[in-house]
């Protein structure tokens, strides 16, 4: 009984409403009510007048900013690779001894296939050699064959190796390592760009 009269008293206390609920409950009503979202006021304009590129992507992602956005100024890595290059190709042993029978000149070319691939065409007179450049310059021979290598000057020949660009004088670092059925080589040496 006395349980029963607790729960009563509790129920009456719920029921009956008070003025400090009602005035707390319209209060809340009005606050829940009144709000928005919130919405960016214009930016202003600062006059800002440098350039920058805005993608993620490119090897000058957010250089200059703040500035005004604009995506002609990307350099994307591949970019800097592009071009014509002359270079006397030094071809080592695998003993590490040059082998002075073979120093060509050979001229090549590179031409970008996406924001980071490149084609390298003029090295072997039958193959493109195909490339994948960083953000820092260095671009590494793509895999097409499988085991990090793809096909070089012959079908017995695979490529590893990799391209460092250099912006001071726009020359690249060729590093190549060749594994044939003659044994391996490499291909050592410093290509320079013509302008």
């Known amino acids: 009984m006395i349980l029963l009269q607790s729960h009563c008293a509790l129920c009456s206390v719920i029921m009956k409403p008070s003025p400090y609920l009602l ?23 600062l006059g800002l007048t440098n350039k920058y590129c805005n993608n993620p992507n490119a090897i000058n992602y957010n250089w200059g900013f703040p500035g005004v956005e604009d995506s002609t100024v990307c350099i994307f890595p591949a970019d800097p690779f592009v071009g014509s290059y002359s270079y006397q190709d030094s071809l080592y042993l695998a003993n590490g001894i040059l082998d002075s029978s073979y120093v060509h000149l050979i001229t090549f070319n590179i031409n970008k296939t996406s924001f980071k691939q490149f084609s390298l065409s ?29 096909l070089m000057c012959r079908s017995l020949d695979t490529l590893t190796g990799n391209l460092l660009y250099r912006i001071s004088d726009s020359s690249m670092t060729i590093n190549f390592t060749v594994v044939s059925d003659t044994g391996i080589t490499y291909h050592k040496g410093t290509a320079y760009k013509q302008h």
Request: some cysteine; charged content about 15%.
């Open 122 to 150: 003029g090295f072997c007179s039958s193959s493109n050699l195909l490339f994948s450049a960083d953000r820092y310059y260095n671009a590494n021979s793509d895999s097409v064959i499988g085991a990090g290598q793809q």
């Open 23 to 45: 005035s707390l409950s319209f209060i809340l009503l009005i606050a829940l009510g009144s709000c928005a979202k919130w919405k960016d006021k214009p930016a202003q304009n």
